[in-house]
């Protein structure tokens, strides 16, 4: 980007997105730090975890709790925090900044609808249903999903009424719903995402693309990894599996072809260690620790998001605090579990550090 690209970037960006941007920064700060996390492995009991939080962002959200405490409500309360914030930021964000901040919020929607088809094949409740549902990802029309009668009229109000339209219209039938398998299903529309989200930062443009680029072509591959691992030993086919793979990222086209066809963890590995970044990732793996994995690609995420905080002028804060925030909830669920299950030897073993 040129001197003149840049300053023009600058001025315009601060016109439209940077009273939002300052927000987002500051809840950054909000954040919880490594001192707090050694804190909270301190906690007895899950009114310990309570009381420590209630001194930081999550106070006005814990403070009415009523006691005992249990770990779900722990979870739902730091979640609300998430869920107003992300609020206020779209209501007062101008276009293209509130389209995409709707983008970030699609995978947790896939999430939600795959979750309602799920139910309505089992005859799940209705309401059962929606409080399971994640709230980042709901929208007006999701309780009509939950009272539909069979597949054909799901994948009807599903079209009608969603924001995911294209992805079901462009890739599945509604004979898909009943037929296909549901992680399938989940991928499927995954992969659509991924491809049109990636396509709009790059019609955004500048940093915003530069920035977002790298973090989704980590998801990914990360999404590649996962399918293939979870696929071995069932009846996906090489061809089916290559199919639920996103058109991006750093292993596309070879290192997706290579893992499309491997049968056991060790190809996964030689054919994720020929992409650079990845080899570094895989050599913190020992053998026989592929449990290890996820944390290990945790690792490499929140290290990538807390780096978009270092440039300016750019939608990818965003998209970094949606996803620091996920993380912060996952590590308090994890203490909370450990601290109710008196498992506090453990404890350290699935907290991923973001600050």
């Not at 739902?76 to 919020?105: H, I, Q, S």
């Not at 696929?231 to 793979?245: H, P, V």
Request: aromatic fraction near 10%.
């Amino acid at each position: 980007m040129s001197f003149g690209e840049d300053t023009s970037e600058m001025c315009l960006f601060n016109v439209k997105d940077g009273f939002l941007e300052a927000v987002v920064r500051g809840h950054k700060l909000g954040l919880l730090t490594t001192a707090d996390y050694n804190n909270l492995c301190q906690c007895e009991t899950l009114e310990d975890i309570k009381l420590y939080l209630t001194g930081t962002d999550y106070g006005p959200f814990l403070a009415n709790e009523p006691s005992p405490m249990h770990t779900t409500t722990l979870v739902d309360c730091c979640t609300r925090k998430l869920v107003a914030d992300w609020r206020y930021l779209r209501e007062n964000a101008g276009e293209p900044l509130g389209r995409f901040l709707d983008y970030c919020t699609y995978g947790h929607m896939i999430d939600n609808v795959v979750l309602i088809v799920t139910g309505t094949l089992h005859e799940r409740d209705v309401q059962e249903l929606l409080e399971k549902c994640n709230p980042l990802g709901m929208f007006d029309a999701i309780a009509s999903l939950a009272v539909a009668q069979n597949m054909r009229d799901l994948y009807r109000l599903v079209l009608v009424d969603t924001p995911l339209a294209p992805y079901f219209s462009d890739n599945l039938t509604s004979e898909d719903l009943d037929e296909m398998n549901i992680e399938v299903m989940r991928n499927t529309l995954y992969k659509a995402y991924l491809d049109d989200f990636a396509a709009f930062v790059h019609r955004v443009g500048g940093t915003t693309s530069a920035v977002m680029s790298e973090l989704l072509s980590f998801e990914a591959d990360r999404r590649a990894l996962n399918i293939t691992l979870n696929s071995i030993g069932t009846e996906l086919t090489r061809d089916d599996r290559r199919k639920l793979y996103a058109n991006f990222g750093l292993l596309y086209p070879h290192g997706q072809a290579e893992l499309a066809v491997a049968e056991d963890f060790d190809q996964i590995r030689t054919a994720m260690e020929k992409c650079p970044p990845y080899q570094s990732i895989f050599s913190r793996l020992g053998l026989g620790e592929t449990q290890m994995l996820d944390k290990i690609l945790y690792e490499e995420e929140v290290r990538q998001l807390i780096n978009t905080y270092e440039q300016q002028f750019h939608y990818g804060v965003f998209y970094a605090y949606m996803r620091l925030r996920e993380q912060e909830i996952r590590n308090i669920m994890w203490i909370a579990e450990c601290v109710a299950q008196d498992q506090k030897n453990r404890v350290q073993d699935g907290i991923v550090f973001t600050f």
